[in-house]
């Protein structure tokens, strides 16, 4: 009984052996990075994003070609890149470039920023003293309930609008959208530079992009701490699968090697840097 007991423990050992001795023997011919084709300020298909230029900077490091494969984030996103094989063939790429910490679907690195939610509005519209969310929540009720404001559903801007009575306000959008040339910056790039909102809460990276995109009207960008009850900031890291233990020490020790590069990089792209302050107790 003992020996049965054991069986699994060893076929597990001999598995884990198996993954590391495979990742010892294969060379990496490339950087072959999971991306989404149409998601920036993060990655495109043309190379523009934040990840794209991290991805660059990782593979002059490792003297190594970057690759992509391309599939839409939203539609089971990690099955479909990095953990995707068919019988007899290799995975068609290695790394996420973007994860939270916490991750589950993938072996998290350390990681390398934090940002949070941003309040994103028009200057000249009555807001211009908004510093804060809590300068937002002391306005006016009748300037309050005049508001336009566009989040996208199931995101921590509806709970936040939900927990202050701002409901009514809020102009949902879908997160979960099945249009391929639907991005998520179209929020602020389209409809908020339009005048359709008035405001939007949006993922600081997607606030700071396309608020400096968008020339006229001039959008201020107001980072949100997070509070009891919402979350607003997050740790970003990436990921690789399971079993490659090497390989996720290779790519920590490039996070930290090329740390002022990356740095450089995402201010570069406007993303809100925030510290653990934004780290409020959430229960």
Request: glycine residues 8%.
């Given at each position: 009984?003992?020996?049965?007991?054991?069986?699994?423990?060893?076929?597990?050992?001999?598995?884990?052996?198996?993954?590391?001795?495979?990742e010892q023997s294969a060379p990496r011919q490339a950087l072959r990075v999971c991306q989404d084709p149409n998601n920036l300020p993060f990655s495109n298909v043309k190379g523009e994003g934040i990840e794209n230029r991290?991805?660059?900077?990782?593979?002059?490091?490792?003297?190594?070609?970057?690759?992509?494969?391309?599939?839409?984030?939203?539609?089971?996103?990690?099955?479909?890149?990095?953990?995707?094989?068919?019988?007899?063939?290799?995975?068609?790429?290695?790394?996420?470039?973007?994860?939270?910490?916490?991750?589950?679907?993938?072996?998290?690195?350390?990681?390398?920023?934090?940002?949070?939610?941003?309040?994103?509005?028009?200057?000249?519209?009555?807001?211009?003293?908004?510093?804060?969310?809590?300068?937002?929540?002391?306005?006016?009720?009748?300037?309050?309930?005049?508001?336009?404001?566009?989040?996208?559903?199931?995101?921590?801007?509806?709970?936040?609008?939900?927990?202050?009575?701002?409901?009514?306000?809020?102009?949902?959008?879908?997160?979960?959208?099945?249009?391929?040339?639907?991005?998520?910056?179209?929020?602020?790039?389209?409809?908020?530079?339009?005048?359709?909102?008035?405001?939007?809460?949006?993922?600081?990276?997607?606030?700071?992009?396309?608020?400096?995109?968008?020339?006229?009207?001039?959008?201020?960008?107001?980072?949100?701490?997070?509070?009891?009850?919402?979350?607003?900031?997050?740790?970003?890291?990436?990921?690789?699968?399971?079993?490659?233990?090497?390989?996720?020490?290779?790519?920590?020790?490039?996070?930290?090697?090329?740390?002022?590069?990356?740095?450089?990089?995402?201010?570069?792209?406007?993303?809100?840097?925030?510290?653990?302050?934004?780290?409020?107790?959430?229960?």
């Open positions: 009984m003992k020996q049965l007991a054991l069986a699994p423990v060893v076929a597990l050992a001999l598995l884990a052996g198996a993954a590391w001795a495979q991290i991805a660059e900077l990782f593979g002059k490091a490792l003297n190594l070609p970057v690759t992509y494969y391309s599939f839409p984030q939203r539609l089971a996103f990690i099955r479909n890149t990095l953990r995707y094989k068919l019988p007899g063939q290799d995975y068609p790429c290695d790394i996420v470039m973007g994860v939270p910490t916490g991750f589950d679907q993938v072996s998290v690195t350390k990681p390398y920023y934090r940002s949070t939610y941003a309040l994103v509005f028009p200057q000249g519209k009555g807001l211009d003293g908004v510093r804060s969310g809590e300068d937002f929540l002391k306005l006016e009720r009748a300037t309050l309930e005049k508001l336009r404001i566009g989040i996208y559903d199931r995101s921590p801007a509806s709970d936040w609008l939900a927990k202050h009575g701002l409901v009514e306000r809020g102009v949902p959008y879908k997160i979960m959208n099945a249009d391929p040339d639907q991005y998520p910056g179209e929020i602020v790039e389209k409809d908020l530079a339009a005048g359709q909102i008035d405001a939007a809460i949006v993922w600081g990276p997607i606030a700071g992009y396309f608020a400096k995109r968008v020339t006229s009207p001039v959008l201020r960008v107001v980072p949100l701490k997070s509070e009891p009850g919402v979350k607003f900031d997050y740790q970003m890291a990436m990921g690789v699968r399971y079993g490659e233990r090497e390989w996720k020490q290779q790519i920590e020790g490039l996070i930290e090697s090329r740390g002022p590069e990356i740095q450089a990089i995402l201010r570069e792209f406007g993303v809100p840097l925030v510290d653990e302050s934004f780290a409020a107790k959430t229960n």
